[in-house]
Protein backbone atom coordinates (compact mmCIF):
# COMPACT_ATOMS: atom_id res chain seq x y z
CA UNK A 1 0.00 0.00 0.00
CA UNK A 2 1.16 3.65 -0.92
CA UNK A 3 1.13 6.18 2.03
CA UNK A 4 2.24 9.50 1.70
CA UNK A 5 2.43 11.91 5.37
CA UNK A 6 3.06 15.52 5.73
CA UNK A 7 4.39 16.02 8.62
CA UNK A 8 3.76 19.63 9.52
CA UNK A 9 -0.06 20.89 9.88
CA UNK A 10 0.55 24.44 9.23
CA UNK A 11 3.11 26.85 8.22
CA UNK A 12 3.15 30.73 7.99
CA UNK A 13 5.85 32.69 6.13
CA UNK A 14 6.51 36.45 5.26
CA UNK A 15 5.77 37.58 1.83
CA UNK A 16 8.25 37.58 -0.45
CA UNK A 17 10.45 35.22 1.79
CA UNK A 18 11.37 31.53 0.63
CA UNK A 19 8.92 28.29 2.33
CA UNK A 20 9.70 24.86 1.94
CA UNK A 21 6.78 22.28 2.52
CA UNK A 22 7.66 18.46 3.07
CA UNK A 23 6.14 15.51 1.85
CA UNK A 24 7.84 11.61 2.54
CA UNK A 25 5.94 8.73 0.76
CA UNK A 26 6.34 4.82 0.99
CA UNK A 27 5.72 2.64 -1.82
CA UNK A 28 7.64 -0.65 -3.16
CA UNK A 29 6.31 0.85 -6.84
CA UNK A 30 9.53 2.25 -9.03
CA UNK A 31 7.40 4.11 -11.41
CA UNK A 32 4.93 6.50 -10.44
CA UNK A 33 4.16 10.58 -10.31
CA UNK A 34 3.91 12.70 -7.63
CA UNK A 35 1.90 16.06 -7.02
CA UNK A 36 1.36 19.12 -5.10
CA UNK A 37 -2.48 20.69 -5.30
CA UNK A 38 -3.30 23.82 -3.71
CA UNK A 39 -6.72 24.15 -2.36
CA UNK A 40 -7.46 27.92 -1.67
CA UNK A 41 -9.97 28.61 1.06
CA UNK A 42 -13.29 28.04 -0.29
CA UNK A 43 -11.76 27.06 -3.22
CA UNK A 44 -11.36 23.51 -5.52
CA UNK A 45 -7.62 21.83 -5.75
CA UNK A 46 -5.37 22.80 -8.24
CA UNK A 47 -2.37 21.45 -9.28
CA UNK A 48 0.48 23.16 -8.50
CA UNK A 49 3.59 21.19 -9.62
CA UNK A 50 3.89 17.29 -11.34
CA UNK A 51 7.08 15.05 -11.20
CA UNK A 52 7.34 11.40 -12.71
CA UNK A 53 9.46 8.93 -10.79
CA UNK A 54 11.79 8.44 -13.84
CA UNK A 55 13.11 11.75 -14.48
CA UNK A 56 16.03 12.86 -12.41
CA UNK A 57 15.56 16.28 -12.91
CA UNK A 58 13.42 18.64 -10.76
CA UNK A 59 10.13 19.73 -11.52
CA UNK A 60 9.94 23.72 -11.74
CA UNK A 61 6.48 25.86 -12.38
CA UNK A 62 7.80 29.37 -12.05
CA UNK A 63 8.33 30.02 -8.28
CA UNK A 64 7.30 26.84 -7.27
CA UNK A 65 9.95 24.11 -7.26
CA UNK A 66 10.47 20.55 -6.18
CA UNK A 67 13.23 18.63 -4.24
CA UNK A 68 12.76 14.97 -5.18
CA UNK A 69 14.86 12.93 -3.42
CA UNK A 70 13.53 8.95 -5.18
CA UNK A 71 15.72 6.94 -2.84
CA UNK A 72 14.89 9.00 0.26
CA UNK A 73 11.47 8.67 -0.80
CA UNK A 74 10.75 12.71 -0.05
CA UNK A 75 9.60 15.21 -2.34
CA UNK A 76 9.45 18.47 -0.64
CA UNK A 77 8.01 21.79 -2.64
CA UNK A 78 9.60 25.11 -2.07
CA UNK A 79 7.65 28.27 -2.69
CA UNK A 80 9.98 31.23 -3.83
CA UNK A 81 9.00 35.24 -3.01
CA UNK A 82 5.94 34.02 -1.67
CA UNK A 83 2.43 35.81 -2.49
CA UNK A 84 -0.52 36.29 -0.33
CA UNK A 85 -2.05 34.47 -3.01
CA UNK A 86 -0.64 31.48 -1.69
CA UNK A 87 -2.22 31.47 1.17
CA UNK A 88 -4.25 27.57 1.05
CA UNK A 89 -4.30 24.05 2.08
CA UNK A 90 -1.31 22.46 0.06
CA UNK A 91 -1.78 18.60 -0.55
CA UNK A 92 0.89 15.89 -1.35
CA UNK A 93 -0.41 13.18 -3.95
CA UNK A 94 1.03 10.39 -4.96
CA UNK A 95 0.28 8.01 -7.97
CA UNK A 96 1.26 4.98 -9.56
CA UNK A 97 2.11 4.47 -13.28
CA UNK A 98 0.42 1.18 -14.09
CA UNK A 99 -3.09 2.23 -13.53
CA UNK A 100 -3.13 6.04 -13.38
CA UNK A 101 -6.30 6.13 -11.43
CA UNK A 102 -6.50 6.47 -7.84
CA UNK A 103 -4.25 9.46 -5.99
CA UNK A 104 -2.91 8.75 -2.34
CA UNK A 105 -3.11 12.04 -0.68
CA UNK A 106 -1.31 13.49 2.29
CA UNK A 107 -2.87 15.10 5.10
CA UNK A 108 -2.10 18.27 3.76
CA UNK A 109 -0.59 21.60 5.48
CA UNK A 110 -2.05 24.73 5.76
CA UNK A 111 0.33 27.85 4.59
CA UNK A 112 -0.05 31.13 5.28
CA UNK A 113 1.77 34.17 3.63
CA UNK A 114 2.39 37.34 6.40
CA UNK A 115 2.25 40.72 4.94
CA UNK B 1 -10.20 27.98 -18.37
CA UNK B 2 -12.43 24.75 -18.43
CA UNK B 3 -13.42 23.68 -14.49
CA UNK B 4 -14.81 20.75 -13.05
CA UNK B 5 -18.17 21.92 -11.05
CA UNK B 6 -20.39 20.41 -8.54
CA UNK B 7 -23.91 20.82 -6.95
CA UNK B 8 -24.82 21.15 -4.21
CA UNK B 9 -22.13 23.24 -2.59
CA UNK B 10 -23.45 22.07 0.66
CA UNK B 11 -26.37 19.04 1.28
CA UNK B 12 -27.88 18.31 4.57
CA UNK B 13 -29.84 14.79 4.68
CA UNK B 14 -31.11 12.83 7.58
CA UNK B 15 -29.54 9.55 8.91
CA UNK B 16 -31.27 6.94 6.12
CA UNK B 17 -32.10 8.88 3.17
CA UNK B 18 -30.59 8.77 -0.21
CA UNK B 19 -28.22 11.98 -1.57
CA UNK B 20 -27.16 12.21 -5.01
CA UNK B 21 -24.12 14.56 -5.65
CA UNK B 22 -23.52 16.02 -9.02
CA UNK B 23 -20.35 16.91 -10.71
CA UNK B 24 -20.05 18.13 -14.18
CA UNK B 25 -16.53 17.13 -15.25
CA UNK B 26 -14.55 19.34 -17.88
CA UNK B 27 -16.18 18.81 -21.36
CA UNK B 28 -13.31 16.72 -23.38
CA UNK B 29 -12.29 14.59 -20.15
CA UNK B 30 -12.14 10.89 -20.18
CA UNK B 31 -11.94 9.43 -17.07
CA UNK B 32 -14.15 10.22 -13.55
CA UNK B 33 -13.48 10.17 -9.99
CA UNK B 34 -14.74 10.33 -6.78
CA UNK B 35 -12.74 11.20 -3.63
CA UNK B 36 -14.01 12.22 0.02
CA UNK B 37 -12.63 13.45 2.78
CA UNK B 38 -13.83 13.47 6.32
CA UNK B 39 -13.08 16.80 8.45
CA UNK B 40 -9.15 16.29 9.40
CA UNK B 41 -8.64 13.76 7.52
CA UNK B 42 -7.05 12.70 4.42
CA UNK B 43 -8.35 12.96 1.09
CA UNK B 44 -9.52 9.38 -0.03
CA UNK B 45 -10.14 8.02 -3.12
CA UNK B 46 -13.85 6.53 -3.53
CA UNK B 47 -13.79 5.04 -7.44
CA UNK B 48 -12.91 5.48 -11.23
CA UNK B 49 -15.18 5.08 -13.82
CA UNK B 50 -14.49 5.40 -17.69
CA UNK B 51 -16.28 4.54 -21.16
CA UNK B 52 -19.52 4.10 -18.80
CA UNK B 53 -18.24 1.67 -16.31
CA UNK B 54 -16.09 1.27 -12.74
CA UNK B 55 -12.52 0.77 -13.18
CA UNK B 56 -11.42 0.89 -9.96
CA UNK B 57 -13.02 1.29 -6.36
CA UNK B 58 -11.47 1.54 -3.09
CA UNK B 59 -12.55 -0.63 0.10
CA UNK B 60 -14.58 2.38 1.08
CA UNK B 61 -16.96 2.25 -1.86
CA UNK B 62 -19.37 -0.47 -0.51
CA UNK B 63 -22.96 -1.18 -2.01
CA UNK B 64 -24.30 1.69 -0.37
CA UNK B 65 -22.70 3.74 -3.04
CA UNK B 66 -23.00 4.12 -6.64
CA UNK B 67 -21.97 6.46 -9.95
CA UNK B 68 -23.62 6.99 -13.00
CA UNK B 69 -22.79 9.23 -16.10
CA UNK B 70 -26.63 9.85 -17.12
CA UNK B 71 -25.85 11.59 -20.04
CA UNK B 72 -23.05 13.62 -21.67
CA UNK B 73 -22.29 15.50 -19.25
CA UNK B 74 -23.18 14.49 -15.72
CA UNK B 75 -21.41 12.01 -13.35
CA UNK B 76 -23.45 11.46 -10.04
CA UNK B 77 -22.32 10.00 -6.84
CA UNK B 78 -25.04 8.35 -5.13
CA UNK B 79 -24.90 7.11 -1.13
CA UNK B 80 -28.27 4.93 -0.74
CA UNK B 81 -28.62 5.24 2.84
CA UNK B 82 -26.81 7.36 4.53
CA UNK B 83 -24.50 7.12 8.05
CA UNK B 84 -23.47 9.32 10.08
CA UNK B 85 -19.75 8.45 9.02
CA UNK B 86 -20.46 9.42 5.64
CA UNK B 87 -20.56 13.04 6.72
CA UNK B 88 -17.41 14.71 4.69
CA UNK B 89 -16.82 16.50 1.75
CA UNK B 90 -16.66 14.92 -1.33
CA UNK B 91 -14.95 15.84 -4.53
CA UNK B 92 -15.07 15.06 -7.80
CA UNK B 93 -12.13 15.20 -10.17
CA UNK B 94 -11.46 14.33 -14.20
CA UNK B 95 -8.97 13.66 -16.79
CA UNK B 96 -8.10 14.01 -20.11
CA UNK B 97 -7.12 11.21 -22.20
CA UNK B 98 -5.09 9.03 -20.46
CA UNK B 99 -5.58 7.66 -16.57
CA UNK B 100 -2.00 9.16 -15.48
CA UNK B 101 -3.13 12.19 -16.47
CA UNK B 102 -3.14 14.96 -14.32
CA UNK B 103 -6.58 15.04 -12.77
CA UNK B 104 -8.43 18.41 -12.03
CA UNK B 105 -10.64 18.66 -8.93
CA UNK B 106 -14.41 20.48 -8.78
CA UNK B 107 -14.71 22.41 -5.69
CA UNK B 108 -16.44 19.70 -3.71
CA UNK B 109 -19.62 18.95 -1.99
CA UNK B 110 -19.88 18.84 1.70
CA UNK B 111 -22.36 16.66 2.90
CA UNK B 112 -23.71 16.62 6.56
CA UNK B 113 -25.44 13.47 7.98
CA UNK B 114 -27.55 14.42 10.88
Known amino acids: AQTVTQSQPEMSVQEAETVTLSCTYDTSENNYYLFWYKQPPSRQMILVIRQEAYKQQNATENRFSVNFQKAAKSFSLKISDSQLGDTAMYFC????????????FGTGTSLTVIP | EPEVTQTPSHQVTQMGQEVILRCVPISNHLYFYWYRQILGQKVEFLVS????????KSEIFDDQFSVERPDGSNFTLKIRSTKLEDSAMYFC????????????FGPGTRLTVL
Open chain 2, 93 to 104: ASTKGQSTDTQY
Open chain 2, 49 to 56: FYNNEISE
Open chain 1, 93 to 104: AFMKHDTGNQFY
